[in-house]
C-alpha cells in the first residue's frame, strides 16, 4: 500500500470517527440507576436509560437497540455478547437489564442505538456499570472492632499492611460499618465522600459503598487504615430523641473486602480479620448530633501508611454483623459541595472571633490555626446573634440534654499541638449555622480566609430553574433550595441542627419542590426502603424515619407518614418509574388497611393536624380525613397500573367512601365552606381533590375571598401552606395566589426574606419563642408552586415522566416575565413568559421524544406560533377542549387578550 493509499485510509478511518461521534451526541446522558457509570450495582436487572438530543420540531425515538457486554471493544463492534436486546420498536428511555445473569464483581459495558422518526440511526458512546457484592454470601472480611464499649469516647483507629508483588489490573474496595467510617490507602483518604454510610435501621439494613482503589495502591508494602465514628449507631449525646436508646446501640465496627485482580488474571482479597491492629488517636469525642473533638496532640501521624511503628497498637475482636442484610448505597453521596469564605469576621478580643458566613448553611467549618501546644479551641455554630453581638445558639439547643459544658451544642472543640500552623475540620459530624464563634484559651491571631465553611449535603443534580423579574421569587426559590439541600443528608430531613430527624411530613410537603429543582430519585428509594424497615406488622409507622424507637406515638396519623404513599407516586409522575411504587405497594395496602380498620365511617382524626399555624385553628379530623383519602385514591390508581383489579375496585370504593364521608361532615353545600372555613379548610379538599365538581368554583370563590380579606396574608400551617397556592392557581384564581406568595409583609414567606432570611424558617412569626429553627423545610411547597402556579408545568399522569408535559401557565398581570426550566427523563423543558403590550410572548421548548398540551389561560386566545429552530410559522393542533397539542421542540407564541 503506498503513501497515498495510507493517508486516504486514514483520512477515511477520522471521518467515521467523527461520524460516530457526531452520532453519539445525540443519544446522551446514559445512566444506570440514575448514577453515571456506578460501582457496586447489586441489583440482577439494573435500570438503564438515556436521552435523545435532538431540536427538531416533532423529533422523537422509533425504536431502540441495548448491547451490554464484558468486553468495551464488543460494544464498539455491536456486539452484545451478555445481552442485545435487538432493535425493540419503542419509544422507551428507561430498560430494565434482561440479558443473561449479571455476576457480582464484573464490570459490564453499554451502549444504546436509536432510530428516530426520519428512521436515523445514533449511537450512543459507550458508559458502564459494575456489579458489587450482589448478596451477603460474597463477602470475605468479618465484623471487627476494638475492645471497648458503647462508652468509650474516643474513636477507634484501625490498620493492616499487606504486600503486592505482581502487576495490578484493578482493585475495589467494599466497605460496610456500623457507624461511620474513613477508609485510607497509603496514607490517602478514598474518595470524596462524607458520612458514609449513609443512616438506616442499623439492625435491619446495612449499606456498603464501593471505591475503585487501583491507582492507590503501590508495588510493595501498603498499609490500609480504618477510622470509624459513632454517627447514628452509637449515640453518646442525649436528646430527647432517644438516640441513645437505640435497640442497635454499640460500639462502631466495620467490614472491608480489599478485592485485588492482578494482570495475571489471579485475585486476591485483604479482608477485615483478627490480624488487624487497632488503637486510638486524635478524635477524642464525636456526635453527629452535636460536634466532634479533635486532640491535635494524640494524632499518631503515619498510622494508615507503610512502615508505620504499630508494635503498641492492640489486637481487634470479632463482631456479629448488625443485620444480615448489607446492600449497595447506590445513591448520590453527601459531599463538601460548596466551599464558604465568610463576609465578615469580626475580632472581640485577643482570644474571641466572629466569622459570619451571610447566609445560614448545614455542613461543617474549617479553620487553620497557629499556637501554643495545649490551646484550647473551641468553635461554635449558631444560626443567631444575641444582643452582645455574640453567637446565640439558644433556639436549637432547646432539645439536647446533655452536658453542655463537657459536650457543647454544636461546638467543636480543637486541642493544638502547637506544631506549627495547624488544620482541623470534623469528620463525623454536620452543623446547622451562619456564625462561628472562636474562642481560645490563649490569644491567637486569626484573619478572615483562616476559617472555611463547607456546605454539605447529598450532592444531588441540579433539576431546575426559576428567572423571574420580581427579586423576591429569584430569592426565595434560592432559600427554598438552600433549605432542601441543608436537609438532605441520605435521607430528608426537618432541621440541619436541633434534630436532625427524617420527619415524615416535612418531606412530603416539599416533594414537588424537590423533584423539580433536584434529581434525588436516588435518595427516596433509598428513604422509602427506610418506610419498609421501619413499618410494623399492623402497617404503622413512626413519624421519623430511621428512628431509633421514638415516633410510635398517638399522633403519627396520616397527614405525616403519608410519604409511604405520596412518595412513590410523585416519583412515578416525575420520572415515569414505577419500581417504587412497586416496591412499597404491599406497605402502602397495609398502612390504608389499618386506617381503615380503625375508620369504619371513613373519617379519622389520626394525625398532628395543621402544624404552627399563623392563628386560625383548622379542624384535624378534616385534614387527616382528606390525607386518608389521598393515600386510598393513590391505591386505587397503583392497583390499576398494576393490574390488580380486584384491588382497584375495593380500593376505588374505599376512596369514594371517605370523599363523601367528608364532604357529608364538612361541607356547607349551600355556602361551598367546608368546616369553619379557614385558609386550610377551603384549600386542602380543592388541591386534594375532594370536593364535587359542580361546586369546585364556589369553594374556590370562597377561599379567595378569605384571602383577599386577610390582605392576600397567608392563615395557615404546614398543610395550609401546601394546599393554598395550589389551590387557588388551579382554580381560576392565580392573581390572588400570587399576591400571596410575594406578600413581603407579616406572615409571608416573602417577610422571612426582607429580614434577611437566606433559609426558610420553621415559624411564620420571627419574635416566636418556640418552633423558631431558621432552617427548616416544612414550609416548603411554594417552591414547587414557582413552576405550576407560574411556569405551568405538569406531569401527565396517563404519561407520566414528562413524557407528555401538561402546560398551564399563569400569566400573572403584574410580573413582567418568568423563566422555569426543569431537567425531566426527556430532557429539558422551558416555559417562559412575558408581556408585551396587551399580549403575551411565551416560549416553551420540549424535549425530543416528547410532547405537551398547552392549556390557554383564560382571557387570552391564540395568535400565532414560530419555531425558533427554523424560524418559520408552525400550524398548531388546537383541540377543540380548550388546549394546544404541541410537539417535541421549541416554540415561540403569541398570545392577545
Given at each position: 500500500m503506498n503513501k497515498f493509499s495510507v493517508s486516504i485510509l486514514v483520512l477515511l478511518l477520522f471521518c467515521n470517527y467523527l461520524q460516530a461521534q457526531s452520532q453519539s451526541e445525540n443519544v446522551t446522558q446514559l445512566n444506570c440507576e440514575y448514577l453515571v457509570n456506578p460501582l457496586g450495582v447489586d441489583s440482577p436487572n439494573p435500570r438503564l436509560s438515556w436521552k435523545m438530543k435532538d431540536a427538531r420540531l416533532g423529533a422523537k425515538q422509533l425504536a431502540y437497540q441495548l448491547l451490554v457486554s464484558t468486553d468495551s471493544l464488543a460494544v464498539v463492534k455491536g456486539q452484545g455478547t451478555i445481552w442485545d436486546s435487538d432493535k425493540i420498536l419503542s419509544n422507551d428511555m428507561l430498560v430494565r437489564y434482561s440479558g443473561k445473569e449479571l455476576k457480582p464483581f464484573t464490570k459490564y459495558f453499554w451502549s444504546v442505538t436509536i432510530w428516530n422518526n426520519n428512521n436515523e440511526k445514533s449511537t450512543s458512546a459507550i458508559a458502564s456499570f459494575e456489579t458489587g457484592m450482589m448478596g451477603i454470601e460474597n463477602w470475605n472480611g468479618s465484623w471487627i472492632s476494638d475492645h471497648s464499649d458503647q462508652n468509650e469516647k474516643a474513636a477507634p483507629y484501625f490498620r493492616k499492611e499487606f504486600e503486592t508483588e505482581k502487576k495490578i489490573k484493578s482493585a475495589r474496595a467494599y466497605i460496610v460499618a456500623a457507624g461511620l467510617y474513613e477508609l485510607y490507602l497509603n496514607g490517602e483518604k478514598i474518595g470524596n465522600h462524607r458520612l458514609d454510610p449513609i443512616y438506616t435501621r442499623f439492625d435491619r439494613r446495612n449499606l456498603y459503598v464501593t471505591y475503585d482503589v487501583t491507582d492507590q495502591l503501590q508495588s510493595g508494602r501498603n498499609a490500609v487504615g480504618v477510622l470509624l465514628g459513632n454517627g447514628w449507631y452509637n449515640h453518646q449525646s442525649l436528646g430527647v430523641w432517644d438516640f441513645h436508646n437505640a435497640p442497635w446501640r454499640n460500639r462502631p465496627a466495620f467490614c472491608l473486602d480489599l478485592r485485588i485482580t492482578y494482570e495475571d488474571g489471579s485475585v486476591e482479597t485483604i479482608v477485615s480479620e483478627r490480624d488487624w491492629k487497632t488503637s486510638k488517636g486524635?478524635?477524642?469525642?464525636?456526635?453527629?448530633?452535636?460536634?466532634?473533638?479533635?486532640?491535635?496532640?494524640?494524632?499518631?501521624?503515619?498510622?494508615?501508611?507503610?512502615?508505620?511503628?504499630?508494635?503498641?497498637?492492640?489486637?481487634?475482636?470479632?463482631?456479629?454483623?448488625?443485620?444480615?442484610?448489607?446492600?449497595?448505597?447506590?445513591?448520590?453521596?453527601?459531599?463538601?459541595?460548596?466551599?464558604?469564605?465568610?463576609?465578615?469576621?469580626?475580632?472581640?478580643?485577643?482570644?474571641?472571633?466572629?466569622?459570619?458566613?451571610?447566609?445560614?448553611?448545614?455542613?461543617?467549618?474549617?479553620?487553620?490555626?497557629?499556637?501554643?501546644?495545649?490551646?484550647?479551641?473551641?468553635?461554635?455554630?449558631?444560626?443567631?446573634?444575641?444582643?452582645?453581638?455574640?453567637?446565640?445558639?439558644?433556639?436549637?439547643?432547646?432539645?439536647?440534654?446533655?452536658?453542655?459544658?463537657?459536650?457543647?451544642?454544636?461546638?467543636?472543640?480543637?486541642?493544638?499541638?502547637?506544631?506549627?500552623?495547624?488544620?482541623?475540620?470534623?469528620?463525623?459530624?454536620?452543623?446547622?449555622?451562619?456564625?462561628?464563634?472562636?474562642?481560645?484559651?490563649?490569644?491567637?491571631?486569626?484573619?478572615?480566609?483562616?476559617?472555611?465553611?463547607?456546605?454539605?449535603?447529598?450532592?444531588?443534580?441540579?433539576?431546575?430553574?426559576?428567572?423571574?423579574?420580581?427579586?423576591?421569587?429569584?430569592?426565595?426559590?434560592?432559600?427554598?433550595?438552600?433549605?432542601?439541600?441543608?436537609?438532605?443528608?441520605?435521607?430528608?430531613?426537618?432541621?440541619?441542627?436541633?434534630?436532625?430527624?427524617?420527619?415524615?411530613?416535612?418531606?412530603?410537603?416539599?416533594?414537588?419542590?424537590?423533584?423539580?429543582?433536584?434529581?434525588?430519585?436516588?435518595?427516596?428509594?433509598?428513604?422509602?426502603?427506610?418506610?419498609?424497615?421501619?413499618?410494623?406488622?399492623?402497617?404503622?409507622?413512626?413519624?421519623?424515619?430511621?428512628t431509633g424507637g421514638w415516633g410510635y406515638g398517638t399522633d403519627n396519623g396520616v397527614d405525616w407518614t403519608s410519604t409511604i404513599v405520596i412518595i412513590p407516586w410523585n416519583i412515578y409522575l416525575y420520572y415515569g418509574d414505577s419500581k417504587l411504587l412497586a416496591d412499597c405497594y404491599d406497605n402502602i395496602k397495609r398502612y390504608v388497611n389499618y386506617i381503615d380498620s380503625r375508620s369504619p365511617d371513613g373519617l379519622t382524626s389520626w394525625g398532628r393536624g395543621d402544624w404552627v399555624p399563623v392563628k386560625s385553628q383548622s379542624t384535624k379530623e378534616l385534614m387527616s380525613s382528606v390525607y386518608y383519602y389521598v393515600d386510598t385514591k393513590i391505591l386505587a390508581d397503583a392497583a390499576k397500573l398494576f393490574g390488580k383489579e380486584d384491588d382497584f375496585n375495593h380500593y376505588s370504593a374505599l376512596a369514594q367512601k371517605i370523599k363523601q364521608a367528608i364532604n357529608e361532615k364538612y361541607l356547607d353545600k349551600e355556602t361551598g365552606i367546608y368546616a369553619n372555613g379557614t385558609q386550610t379548610e377551603q384549600s386542602m379538599p380543592l388541591m386534594w381533590d375532594v370536593v364535587p365538581a359542580d361546586m369546585r368554583q364556589l369553594v374556590a370563590d370562597n377561599l379567595a375571598k378569605k384571602v383577599e380579606e386577610n390582605g392576600f396574608h397567608l392563615d395557615v400551617g404546614v398543610h395550609g401552606a401546601k394546599a393554598l397556592l395550589f389551590a387557588l392557581s388551579e382554580n381560576g384564581h392565580a392573581e390572588a395566589a400570587y399576591k400571596v406568595a410575594v406578600q413581603d409583609k407579616y406572615p409571608s414567606w416573602g417577610w422571612w426574606i426582607v429580614n434577611g432570611a437566606t433559609t426558610l424558617l420553621e415559624n411564620w412569626d420571627l419574635e416566636a419563642e418556640r418552633d423558631i429553627s431558621d432552617n427548616h423545610m416544612m414550609f416548603g411547597a411554594v417552591g414547587g408552586w414557582f413552576y405550576r402556579g407560574l411556569g405551568g408545568i405538569y406531569p401527565d399522569e396517563s404519561n407520566p415522566g414528562f413524557k407528555n408535559v401538561i402546560l398551564r401557565p399563569n400569566f400573572i398581570s403584574t410580573l413582567e416575565n418568568i423563566k422555569v426550566t426543569h431537567q425531566s427523563p426527556y430532557g429539558e423543558i422551558i416555559s417562559a413568559w412575558q408581556h408585551e403590550g396587551k399580549g403575551i410572548r411565551y416560549t416553551v421548548t420540549l424535549p425530543a421524544n416528547s410532547s405537551a398540551d398547552l392549556h390557554i389561560p383564560s382571557g387570552y386566545t391564540f395568535k400565532n406560533a414560530i419555531n425558533v429552530l427554523t424560524g418559520n410559522k408552525v400550524d398548531i393542533d388546537r383541540n377543540t377542549n380548550g388546549f394546544c397539542k404541541l410537539k417535541a421542540g421549541s416554540y415561540l407564541i403569541e398570545f392577545i387578550k
Amino acid at each position: 500500500m503506498n503513501k497515498f493509499s495510507v493517508s486516504i485510509l486514514v483520512l477515511l478511518l477520522f471521518c467515521n470517527y467523527l461520524q460516530a461521534q457526531s452520532q453519539s451526541e445525540n443519544v446522551t446522558q446514559l445512566n444506570c440507576e440514575y448514577l453515571v457509570n456506578p460501582l457496586g450495582v447489586d441489583s440482577p436487572n439494573p435500570r438503564l436509560s438515556w436521552k435523545m438530543k435532538d431540536a427538531r420540531l416533532g423529533a422523537k425515538q422509533l425504536a431502540y437497540q441495548l448491547l451490554v457486554s464484558t468486553d468495551s471493544l464488543a460494544v464498539v463492534k455491536g456486539q452484545g455478547t451478555i445481552w442485545d436486546s435487538d432493535k425493540i420498536l419503542s419509544n422507551d428511555m428507561l430498560v430494565r437489564y434482561s440479558g443473561k445473569e449479571l455476576k457480582p464483581f464484573t464490570k459490564y459495558f453499554w451502549s444504546v442505538t436509536i432510530w428516530n422518526n426520519n428512521n436515523e440511526k445514533s449511537t450512543s458512546a459507550i458508559a458502564s456499570f459494575e456489579t458489587g457484592m450482589m448478596g451477603i454470601e460474597n463477602w470475605n472480611g468479618s465484623w471487627i472492632s476494638d475492645h471497648s464499649d458503647q462508652n468509650e469516647k474516643a474513636a477507634p483507629y484501625f490498620r493492616k499492611e499487606f504486600e503486592t508483588e505482581k502487576k495490578i489490573k484493578s482493585a475495589r474496595a467494599y466497605i460496610v460499618a456500623a457507624g461511620l467510617y474513613e477508609l485510607y490507602l497509603n496514607g490517602e483518604k478514598i474518595g470524596n465522600h462524607r458520612l458514609d454510610p449513609i443512616y438506616t435501621r442499623f439492625d435491619r439494613r446495612n449499606l456498603y459503598v464501593t471505591y475503585d482503589v487501583t491507582d492507590q495502591l503501590q508495588s510493595g508494602r501498603n498499609a490500609v487504615g480504618v477510622l470509624l465514628g459513632n454517627g447514628w449507631y452509637n449515640h453518646q449525646s442525649l436528646g430527647v430523641w432517644d438516640f441513645h436508646n437505640a435497640p442497635w446501640r454499640n460500639r462502631p465496627a466495620f467490614c472491608l473486602d480489599l478485592r485485588i485482580t492482578y494482570e495475571d488474571g489471579s485475585v486476591e482479597t485483604i479482608v477485615s480479620e483478627r490480624d488487624w491492629k487497632t488503637s486510638k488517636g486524635g478524635v477524642v469525642f464525636n456526635s453527629i448530633y452535636t460536634a466532634e473533638h479533635y486532640d491535635a496532640r494524640k494524632e499518631q501521624r503515619g498510622w494508615n501508611t507503610p512502615g508505620f511503628d504499630d508494635s503498641n497498637w492492640q489486637g481487634v475482636k470479632y463482631r456479629p454483623a448488625p443485620s444480615q442484610n448489607i446492600v449497595s448505597q447506590l445513591l448520590h453521596p453527601i459531599r463538601n459541595v460548596e466551599a464558604i469564605i465568610s463576609q465578615e469576621m469580626t475580632k472581640i478580643n485577643d482570644t474571641t472571633y466572629l466569622y459570619d458566613l451571610g447566609r445560614n448553611i448545614a455542613g461543617v467549618s474549617q479553620i487553620r490555626v497557629t499556637g501554643d501546644e495545649g490551646t484550647i479551641i473551641k468553635l461554635k455554630h449558631t444560626e443567631r446573634l444575641s444582643a452582645d453581638g455574640r453567637a446565640d445558639g439558644s433556639n436549637i439547643d432547646v432539645y439536647y440534654r446533655g452536658d453542655k459544658v463537657t459536650d457543647p451544642f454544636q461546638t467543636d472543640i480543637f486541642i493544638l499541638s502547637g506544631q506549627g500552623e495547624e488544620q482541623f475540620m470534623p469528620k463525623f459530624n454536620y452543623k446547622g449555622f451562619r456564625y462561628v464563634e472562636v474562642t481560645s484559651s490563649h490569644p491567637i491571631d486569626l484573619k478572615k480566609d483562616n476559617l472555611v465553611a463547607y456546605f454539605m449535603h447529598s450532592d444531588v443534580p441540579s433539576a431546575g430553574t426559576i428567572e423571574a423579574s420580581n427579586p423576591l421569587i429569584n430569592k426565595l426559590w434560592w432559600a427554598t433550595n438552600n433549605s432542601y439541600l441543608s436537609n438532605l443528608f441520605g435521607y430528608p430531613t426537618d432541621c440541619p441542627q436541633r434534630e436532625k430527624n427524617g420527619w415524615t411530613g416535612d418531606a412530603h410537603f416539599a416533594i414537588e419542590t424537590a423533584l423539580y429543582n433536584f434529581d434525588g430519585i436516588t435518595i427516596y428509594e433509598k428513604w422509602l426502603a427506610d418506610h419498609r424497615d421501619e413499618q410494623q406488622p399492623n402497617g404503622v409507622l413512626p413519624d421519623i424515619i430511621p428512628t431509633g424507637g421514638w415516633g410510635y406515638g398517638t399522633d403519627n396519623g396520616v397527614d405525616w407518614t403519608s410519604t409511604i404513599v405520596i412518595i412513590p407516586w410523585n416519583i412515578y409522575l416525575y420520572y415515569g418509574d414505577s419500581k417504587l411504587l412497586a416496591d412499597c405497594y404491599d406497605n402502602i395496602k397495609r398502612y390504608v388497611n389499618y386506617i381503615d380498620s380503625r375508620s369504619p365511617d371513613g373519617l379519622t382524626s389520626w394525625g398532628r393536624g395543621d402544624w404552627v399555624p399563623v392563628k386560625s385553628q383548622s379542624t384535624k379530623e378534616l385534614m387527616s380525613s382528606v390525607y386518608y383519602y389521598v393515600d386510598t385514591k393513590i391505591l386505587a390508581d397503583a392497583a390499576k397500573l398494576f393490574g390488580k383489579e380486584d384491588d382497584f375496585n375495593h380500593y376505588s370504593a374505599l376512596a369514594q367512601k371517605i370523599k363523601q364521608a367528608i364532604n357529608e361532615k364538612y361541607l356547607d353545600k349551600e355556602t361551598g365552606i367546608y368546616a369553619n372555613g379557614t385558609q386550610t379548610e377551603q384549600s386542602m379538599p380543592l388541591m386534594w381533590d375532594v370536593v364535587p365538581a359542580d361546586m369546585r368554583q364556589l369553594v374556590a370563590d370562597n377561599l379567595a375571598k378569605k384571602v383577599e380579606e386577610n390582605g392576600f396574608h397567608l392563615d395557615v400551617g404546614v398543610h395550609g401552606a401546601k394546599a393554598l397556592l395550589f389551590a387557588l392557581s388551579e382554580n381560576g384564581h392565580a392573581e390572588a395566589a400570587y399576591k400571596v406568595a410575594v406578600q413581603d409583609k407579616y406572615p409571608s414567606w416573602g417577610w422571612w426574606i426582607v429580614n434577611g432570611a437566606t433559609t426558610l424558617l420553621e415559624n411564620w412569626d420571627l419574635e416566636a419563642e418556640r418552633d423558631i429553627s431558621d432552617n427548616h423545610m416544612m414550609f416548603g411547597a411554594v417552591g414547587g408552586w414557582f413552576y405550576r402556579g407560574l411556569g405551568g408545568i405538569y406531569p401527565d399522569e396517563s404519561n407520566p415522566g414528562f413524557k407528555n408535559v401538561i402546560l398551564r401557565p399563569n400569566f400573572i398581570s403584574t410580573l413582567e416575565n418568568i423563566k422555569v426550566t426543569h431537567q425531566s427523563p426527556y430532557g429539558e423543558i422551558i416555559s417562559a413568559w412575558q408581556h408585551e403590550g396587551k399580549g403575551i410572548r411565551y416560549t416553551v421548548t420540549l424535549p425530543a421524544n416528547s410532547s405537551a398540551d398547552l392549556h390557554i389561560p383564560s382571557g387570552y386566545t391564540f395568535k400565532n406560533a414560530i419555531n425558533v429552530l427554523t424560524g418559520n410559522k408552525v400550524d398548531i393542533d388546537r383541540n377543540t377542549n380548550g388546549f394546544c397539542k404541541l410537539k417535541a421542540g421549541s416554540y415561540l407564541i403569541e398570545f392577545i387578550k
